[in-house]
């Protein structure tokens, strides 16, 4: 199947910097790329779409200045958290969806644990 | 690496009926997590059920319930009394303290 890779897997980072975590589809293209948030229960919530070369479209409540992304290529998509806080501390996950020889399917990266100190 | 499959692809059920979608996980560790999560066109994962893998008795939620065989690295849901808004995407997905692994996805249709 599809390979999707997340960069890094585990950050910290202090209290006001930024951190930025890639997505990359490894084999396929990939049309449109989403950002999931685990809550805790490992509840996920859906922050944003990104399609190739447009505006993220960001879920009500989800802070578009905060977490910005930015879906540069068909096989890249980054989010970056700015001025981070220790609240912003989770685990994120990426998916990507593209034609994989018939309807779009979607595949989920590993996930990156971000811990802000 | 951990590695989860689902090996349908698309099911469909009658209203009323009672459908299992299969999962089967690969991994050498013995504390996870599993979880199945339900995909509707929104793309929203709603969290449909959870199991901790050092629990041997099998999660249940109202009309959700999970038939976990450790030994067997096997974890598949059963949806009783199925409903139309059943209708969605299932992923079954693997978690430890390092990553999360989830399979391709089970693409369920619940028919009136």
């Known amino acids: 199947g599809a390979v999707v890779s997340q960069h890094p897997s585990r950050v910290i980072c202090k209290s006001g910097t930024s951190v930025k975590i890639e997505c990359r589809s490894l084999?396929?293209?990939?049309?449109?790329m989403f950002w999931y948030r685990q809550f805790p229960k490992q509840s996920l919530m859906l922050m944003a779409t990104s399609n190739e070369g447009s505006k993220a479209t960001y879920e009500q409540g989800v802070e578009k200045d905060k977490f910005l992304i930015n879906h540069a290529s068909l096989t890249l998509s980054t989010l970056t958290v700015t001025s981070a806080h220790p609240e912003d501390s989770s685990f994120y996950i990426c998916?990507?969806?593209?034609?994989?020889?018939?309807?779009?399917?979607?595949?989920f990266g590993p996930g990156t644990r971000l811990t802000v100190t | 690496a951990q590695t989860v499959t689902q090996s349908q692809p698309e099911m469909s059920v009658q209203e009323a009926e009672t459908v299992t979608l299969s999962c089967t996980y690969d991994?050498?560790?013995?504390?996870?997590?599993l979880f199945w999560y339900k995909q509707p066109p929104s793309r929203q994962m709603i969290l449909v059920i959870r199991q901790e893998a050092y629990k041997q008795q099998n999660a249940t939620e109202n009309r959700f319930s999970v038939n976990f065989q450790k030994a067997a690295k096997s974890f598949s849901l059963k949806i009783s009394d199925s409903q139309l808004g059943d209708t969605a995407m299932y992923f079954c997905a693997f978690m430890n303290d390092n990553d999360m692994r989830f399979g391709a996805g089970t693409r369920l249709t619940v028919k009136p």
């Open positions: 991994t050498s560790e013995s504390n996870y997590y």
């Open positions: 084999d396929f293209q990939a049309t449109t």
């Open positions: 998916s990507a969806e593209g034609l994989a020889g018939g309807p779009f399917e979607q595949y």
